[in-house]
């Protein structure tokens, strides 16, 4: 006979449809506690500075001028660049741009990178490179001919 089922066939179906249920209900309380711990660790990971930036304006007057210092990180930190506008530099006048780092505590700024740009630069923004850095970093701007310029600069670095 079509359409005549076996009661014993659909007390079997209705126990697998119990056990699938049970089943689900695990996963569902599995998934809230995972959803849980993904929503604490991003409230952590959202309030994590990651990438910081400062910046200014630097005047020349024919003396080494520090653009960019930072005397003693809170502890090892990544400096990423300074970016130097020279839009306001000309064909008269000669900067160098010089690195030093601090490797030791309370030690002295050792000199590591010079770089000298002589008359208009193009492009206009300058970017300096940085390394991790312990104990302090220094960058600095010095005029050696020509006319004083202001010169704008930016430092971003991660914490």
């Given amino acids: 006979m079509e359409g005549v089922r076996n009661p014993a066939d659909l007390s079997a ?4 449809i119990a056990e699938i249920a049970v089943d689900i209900a ?3 309380v599995d998934v809230t506690a995972l959803q849980a711990d993904v ?6 990971t959202d ?6 930036e400062t910046g200014g304006t630097v005047t020349t007057d024919g003396t080494e001028q520090n653009v960019y210092v930072n005397e003693a990180p809170a ?3 990544r400096p990423m660049c300074v970016k130097l506008d020279c839009t306001n530099q000309t064909a008269t006048e000669t900067v160098v ?3 030093y780092y601090r490797i030791a505590p309370a030690g002295a700024y050792v000199l590591q990178d010079t770089l000298t740009f002589v008359g208009a630069i193009s ?3 300058v970017n300096i490179d940085l390394e991790p850095n312990r104990y302090g970093i220094r960058v600095t701007l010095e005029l050696t001919a020509g006319t004083n310029r202001e010169y704008t600069w930016e430092v971003c670095y991660k914490i």
């Fill in 47 to 52: 309030g994590l500075p990651t990438l910081s």
């Fill in 26 to 28: 695990a996963l569902v």
């Fill in 39 to 44: 929503t604490d660790i991003k409230a952590v």
């Fill in 75 to 77: 502890g090892v930190f």
């Fill in 97 to 99: 741009i010089r690195t």
């Fill in 123 to 125: 492009p206009e923004l």
């Fill in 13 to 16: 179906v209705e126990a697998d």
